[in-house]
């Protein structure tokens, strides 16, 4: 059983879990997801790891109430307990000195973007991250990725807060500005990945996204995780999960 050290409740709808789990808080890295069940009659649901501390033996998860299991979890609170917590799965982001590095999340994907900036910043880049919602009331640890990143822009889709508009928006302008843009990371919905790939490739610009479908086992037995990559077959899973968006 893996405890509950902390329950927050970030916007209506987001929480996070900071839960004890040293075996997995000593092995983790930006990217990367842990598989839970909280109870033995549960199913099996992927979290992507926010944070990770090794010394306190904690793991941080940030969740969204979508569906039954989702919604269940956002019962349990600090000093409850999560059946399984297993982790961590699948390859960890490729963290490296690119030069400039442009981070996009959507939504609250700015959970799985934060460990990752912060990563990328440590490894000497500079880090420009734009970070987007549908309103002021969805919008959390804008001044977490502050701490980590040189520029910060953050857009809301009905104008309630900072500048109204798509993330791909200023994504676009700073490629045209002429500024040297090594990499870009966009992590968030599906159709926002989508956008931000297709808004990129005309650069030639390396665009990595983090790709979570339905996954069971994590652990690559099932297939249920598999999609086409440049017409190959992968495992998000394990081959993931994250792949060239513009494949």
Sequence with gaps: MYKILLREDLVPG???FKVGAPAVARKAKPGQFVVIRIDERG????????????EEGS?????????????????????????DFVGPLGLPTDIEKFG???CVAGGFAVATIAPIARAMKREGNKVISIMGARNKDLIFWEERLRSFSDQVIVTTDDGSYARQGLVTEPLKELLESGEKIDRVIAIGPSIMMKFCSLTTQPFGIKTIVSLNPIMVDGTGMCGC???SVGGVTKFVCVNGPDFDGHK
């Design 59 to 83: 793991v941080t998860v940030v969740f969204m109430e979508v569906g039954t299991t989702t919604r269940r979890l956002a019962l349990l609170g600090t000093g409850d307990y999560i059946a």
């Design 14 to 16: 987001i929480h996070l």
């Design 100 to 102: 400039t590095v442009v």
């Design 225 to 227: 995780c598999r999609v």
């Design 43 to 54: 199913e099996r649901i992927p979290l992507t790891i926010a944070d990770w501390d090794e």
